[in-house]
């Protein structure tokens, strides 16, 4: 069995499992990935839905699509971002056509950003981010919705299958600008297979889980169209640095940003809650608590690949030998190295943006 | 002042009347209009939104414009359409940019017709019909809703202009299909200003005036856009032939089609509820009563154009001079002209489909 380094996992482990039950989730089980990627490993990765058809795929060579989505309001993105395609970049890695949407129709009716103004933030950063990040620049298919007529057409057909009742019971909210981008939104997830049908996987936070869930029952609505179900995995939330309930933009301290000035990100990491004691006494006598600290969910999410480099800090942190001022030191280390890669790396997509792949659309 | 020959008005007056306060229309004042059609004449026009505005752009020769859109489900049209399409005629004949829409979207998501057979069924014959009854096949502009991506992408953007307790406070029944069908609409009423901002009327039975109020109430959300509110006139429904409650698909004898058969037509005048005596004797002592009679009805709406040559079946009619069943052979010679003309004036705009002209789309 692939060994699972969650011990340390999230104070909210409860809450997760309450979670999983309510929705009608699965556990997600890392055996049915092979060479799972940290997140997996880690239970960081906790739940999905329909994960056995996607092990299928992957251990039978058949078909199957990853999809997700940019909204491109800002101009930064931040380290869930970075979830979402490091697990988009292991299922691009197992065989799956990759589709990334640039979810610019949603910017302009839910932000107020021009649809010009979207198309030019993604081509000038979020695409080169991404492709950045992990993923492959010459196997990943973008499109704008904005574009794509197909898409809007077959959210019309959608709208016919599911009734208010219903929505609300998903979203709670059912406000027209929801309804519309949410039915947009399971039109997208199907997109992939408006040519052929084949199962697909959204890898995702699990706030995103009401999507997948319109979208499962508009295709049990729509038997007739013979569309796969799709299957979804969902990542933990990443909790705020500083210890707050939540990351929020009005508490920059809360989050990193990417890409973000290692100054000002290694001073919110030195301002970040970890799960040290009182005093270096207590600390070298009792040792730290990791599973309550914010720095080494950075480590274990973000910046340390290697289990047995995480499992190391871990030992050392609770024995008492590794303080929190020094750990502190090395994740902006790490931080900082991560931050000037990336630069790097989004400086040579922006080289590269004549190689990406948009579909092409014929009206 | 015009005169208006509506003394002979329905019985459903009063509920006009009621209608009018109820949502806040104007009464049609047929002063503000010049030249008026029958429909305007004869009170069958009853009421709008508006209107002073556009009776200005008519004395003014300023810009403005009129729409109105196909629904390609069905392969007949029926008399009711006729209406619009004589309203519309008007505004055209009085220098109104003119559109009309085929509702394709909205056929294949609501009525399972495929955008593709909806395309057919609108080349083949709505435009056609319409081109027939009267619009000028030089000065009308047509268009697919689904090509139309700049009408599907700003309805998402009227989207986040509306809530639900306001969308079903006008429709009623809010489901997720006719929020999006009623978002679309208030999009193409608004589509002729996109380039440049200018009144527009919708002439419609009374039925569609949701449509308009909600397109109003987002132009008055939306007023850094600058559009124009649509103003609106509203003809009275057409009165089941055979008196039942209301024209229905399921009940062929209380309406007739266009084209129809003049055959089966002439039957269905020869089953037409009138404003007959009991016998020919009651008749001659009292006189009919046209104001009861669908037969009357068909000429005061469709099948007579001279108001006197109405007047005066009117009085033949009121003064026993002309019994129902010569009336009846009358209604049915008209209506044989008028199919005959019909059916070849459609074949001539049938032929002359390529003069046609479509909204060039370039995405």
């Given at each position: 069995m692939t060994k699972i380094i969650d011990p340390y996992g999230s104070e909210l482990v409860e809450d997760y499992t309450k979670l999983i039950k309510e929705f009608g989730l699965e556990h997600f089980d890392v055996e049915l990935f092979p060479e799972p990627n940290k997140l997996m490993r880690r239970g960081i990765v906790f739940a999905g839905r329909d994960l056995k058809i996607i092990s299928k795929c992957i251990h039978e060579k058949k078909p199957y699509y990853v999809l997700s989505g940019i909204m491109p309001t800002a101009d930064k993105i931040h380290l869930g971002n970075k979830l979402v395609i490091e697990n988009i970049a292991y299922f691009q890695k197992h065989h799956a056509e990759t589709y990334v949407l640039v979810a610019d129709l949603e910017a302009a009716a839910a932000r107020n950003v021009s649809l010009e103004e979207a198309r030019k933030r993604a081509l000038n950063f979020h695409i080169p981010a991404y492709i950045a990040l992990g993923l492959d620049i010459k196997k990943t298919i973008f499109y704008f919705q904005s574009d794509n007529k197909e898409v809007m057409d077959m959210s019309y057909v959608f709208s016919r299958k599911i009734t208010l009742n219903e929505f609300k019971a998903i979203y709670g909210n059912a406000d027209p600008g929801r309804i519309m981008s949410a039915l947009l939104q399971a039109s997208d997830i199907l997109y992939p297979q408006f040519k052929e049908r084949m199962p697909g996987i959204i890898p995702a936070g699990?706030?995103?889980?009401p999507h997948v869930r319109l979208t499962r029952d508009i295709v049990s609505r729509t038997k007739d169209m013979k569309f796969f179900a799709p299957s979804s995995i969902y990542h933990k939330f990443m909790p705020a640095l500083d210890g707050s309930i939540k990351m929020s933009k009005s508490n920059p301290d809360s989050f990193i940003e990417l890409p973000e000035d290692p100054k000002s990100a290694c001073k919110k990491i030195s301002k970040a809650k970890t799960g040290g004691r009182d005093t270096v006494e207590e600390q070298r006598k009792h040792g730290g608590q990791p599973e309550k600290c914010m720095v080494f969910e950075l480590y274990k999410q973000?910046?340390?690949?290697d289990d047995n480099e995480l499992e190391k800090i871990h030992q050392e942190c609770k024995s008492g030998k590794l303080l929190c001022g020094e750990c502190k030191k090395m994740a902006c280390e790490k931080l900082t190295d991560f931050m000037e890669e990336l630069e790097k790396n989004i400086s040579i997509a922006k080289k590269n943006m004549d190689k990406v792949r948009f579909v092409k659309f014929e009206y």
């Open positions: 699990i706030d995103q889980d973000n910046l340390i690949e």
